[in-house]
């Protein structure tokens, strides 16, 4: 399951790579190419090591680093 959320995720950077391309802002186009190569890398490394845990932590990490950088502030993932 966290390899097809990957693989969605990675669908979605491109779509914003070129949602941000068509617009003309080439800075931010930096966000999502980190991402996806950071996420090559992590599916990579699992198929070689086959760590199922060390995955399963860094590409949540990830995915909250990626709303950090497109600057989601909300306090929504806290609770009250």
Known sequence: ???LTTGFMMCAAALWLAVYWSM???YSTAIP??????S?????LYW???RVYAFAVIQPALR???ELAAGDTS???RQT
Do not use: S
């Open 1 to 3: 399951m966290l390899m």
């Open 75 to 77: 306090t929504r993932h």
């Open 24 to 26: 003309g802002y080439q």
């Open 64 to 66: 909250h680093g990626l």
């Open 40 to 44: 090559f890398l992590t599916i990579t």
């Open 48 to 50: 070689k090591f086959r």
């Open 33 to 38: 190419l980190i991402f996806q190569a950071l």
